[in-house]
């Protein structure tokens, strides 16, 4: 592999991350593409679970959309099928270039299926040789080094010879999204003479319990802010989290607000959060989309390397568990109190 590639393609295909966050964190590589090569034909191909969060950005010319995954059973007998019905879609795109941001066999497998001349990735998973130009992760005593997800799919795009990367992460809300985003608040008793919105989400998606802190911690915070600065207090989360929601509202003396029982979902979450006045959050991908919005936020870590998603955010305080094994309850609730006071202090002044 040669130590920097052509910036030669006309018809460019991204393969998109599957987490919300990671996609968040894609956007400095996406948006640097584009300046790469302004003229070219960009596609994205997405997950339809989180197309929502990219689907305002200004960078790409089409959206290519991957259907849901289907029960386990159904997916592992269809496989075969879907896998050839998605490369046919791509073949017909006729595309020269493939950048591959995940790391999966898989999406090198599809891009070689659908006859794609150049296929750029990290060479992981066993796929090298399904790659026209591998890149090499940095491994220490055999274990990847932890770099930050943002410089790590920057790396594809400097290979292709990209100058001057910025690590900035950036989203875009449609207008309809922030209208409708409007009214839900307001149905739910949120005005301008309301104190400062705050968002919550208390679940995470990835390692079940052991990244949620406690329940009934998140609401102690929530009843401090809506006794020290009236503050309006919004639970967000996925169908699947809803018990945690449940149990913050259960643990809390003040009611809250249930974002997905008023309607909300993640096309309105990106206008939701840039109305917020700050997120107190786990280590989830609502944490990115605050920081890539500039709401302030609070990022709760326990067991995760923050090194891997270090977002240098400038209005991002991380809270990383003091616990000797990485668990949540090292976290105490009075330094999230500390931090939420003096953000909403500096905000309110």
Same mark, same amino acid.
């Given at each position: 592999?040669?130590?920097?590639?052509?910036?030669?393609?006309?018809?460019?295909?991204?393969?998109?991350?599957?987490? /919300?966050?990671?996609?968040?964190?894609?956007?400095?590589?996406?948006?640097?593409?584009?300046?790469?090569?302004?003229?070219?034909?960009?596609?994205?191909? /997405?997950?339809?679970?989180?197309?929502?969060?990219?689907?305002?950005?200004?960078?790409?010319?089409?959206?290519?959309?991957?259907?849901?995954?289907?029960?386990?059973?159904?997916?592992?007998?269809?496989?075969?099928?879907?896998?050839? !019905?998605?490369?046919?879609?791509?073949?017909?795109?006729?595309?020269?270039?493939?950048?591959?941001?995940?790391?999966?066999?898989?999406?090198?497998?599809?891009?070689?299926?659908?006859?794609?001349?150049?296929?750029?990735?990290?060479?992981?998973?066993? $796929?090298?040789?399904?790659?026209?130009?591998?890149?090499?992760?940095?491994?220490?005593?055999?274990?990847?080094?932890?770099?930050?997800?943002?410089?790590?799919?920057?790396?594809?795009?400097?290979?292709?010879?990209?100058?001057?990367?910025?690590?900035?992460?950036?989203?875009?809300?449609?207008?309809?999204?922030?209208?409708? !985003?409007? +009214?839900?608040?307001? +149905?739910?008793?949120?005005?301008?003479?309301?104190?400062?919105?705050?968002?919550?989400?208390?679940?995470? %998606?990835?390692?079940?319990? !052991?990244?949620?802190?406690?329940?009934?911690?998140?609401?102690?915070? %929530?009843?401090?802010?809506?006794?020290?600065?009236?503050?309006? /207090?919004?639970?967000?989360?996925?169908?699947?989290?809803?018990?945690? #929601?449940?149990?913050?509202?259960?643990?809390?003396?003040?009611?809250?607000?249930?974002?997905?029982?008023?309607?909300?979902?993640?096309? #309105?979450?990106?206008?939701? /959060?840039?109305?917020?006045?700050?997120?107190?959050?786990?280590?989830?991908?609502?944490?990115?989309?605050?920081? %890539? #919005?500039?709401?302030?936020?609070?990022?709760?870590?326990?067991?995760?390397?923050?090194?891997?998603? $270090?977002?240098? +955010?400038?209005?991002?305080?991380?809270?990383?568990? $003091?616990?000797?094994?990485?668990?949540?309850?090292?976290?105490?609730?009075?330094?999230?109190?500390?931090?939420?006071?003096?953000?909403?202090?500096?905000? %309110?002044?």
């Amino acid at each position: 592999m040669s130590k920097r590639g052509r910036p030669d393609f006309d018809r460019l295909l991204v393969v998109m991350p599957s987490w /919300v966050g990671d996609v968040v964190m894609a956007t400095p590589t996406l948006r640097l593409l584009r300046r790469l090569k302004p003229d070219a034909h960009i596609s994205y191909l /997405v997950r339809s679970y989180v197309r929502p969060i990219i689907d305002a950005a200004p960078w790409y010319d089409r959206l290519i959309t991957l259907r849901p995954r289907r029960s386990a059973l159904t997916q592992a007998s269809n496989r075969r099928r879907s896998t050839a !019905a998605l490369t046919t879609r791509l073949r017909r795109s006729d595309f020269d270039t493939a950048v591959l941001l995940p790391n999966s066999f898989r999406s090198a497998l599809i891009v070689k299926l659908a006859g794609i001349d150049r296929r750029i990735g990290y060479d992981r998973d066993g $796929r090298g040789l399904l790659l026209t130009d591998r890149l090499i992760p940095i491994r220490d005593r055999g274990k990847f080094v932890p770099i930050p997800m943002i410089d790590y799919y920057l790396g594809l795009a400097q290979y292709l010879g990209a100058e001057n990367p910025e690590r900035r992460m950036q989203l875009f809300t449609r207008p309809d999204h922030d209208r409708a !985003a409007e +009214a839900l608040l307001r +149905a739910a008793g949120v005005s301008e003479a309301t104190g400062p919105l705050v968002m919550f989400t208390p679940g995470a %998606a990835t390692k079940g319990d !052991a990244k949620l802190w406690p329940a009934d911690r998140f609401a102690a915070v %929530a009843d401090h802010l809506i006794q020290a600065h009236k503050a309006v /207090v919004m639970l967000n989360g996925s169908p699947a989290e809803r018990p945690i #929601l449940e149990a913050v509202q259960r643990a809390a003396r003040h009611p809250l607000i249930d974002l997905p029982k008023c309607g909300s979902n993640l096309a #309105l979450l990106k206008s939701l /959060v840039a109305a917020a006045d700050l997120m107190i959050t786990n280590d989830t991908g609502p944490r990115h989309i605050a920081a %890539a #919005l500039n709401t302030p936020v609070i990022s709760l870590f326990g067991p995760t390397d923050p090194s891997w998603t $270090r977002l240098d +955010a400038p209005h991002e305080r991380l809270i990383v568990s $003091r616990h000797p094994h990485g668990s949540m309850t090292g976290i105490v609730v009075d330094q999230v109190i500390a931090a939420a006071d003096q953000i909403l202090t500096t905000t %309110a002044a």
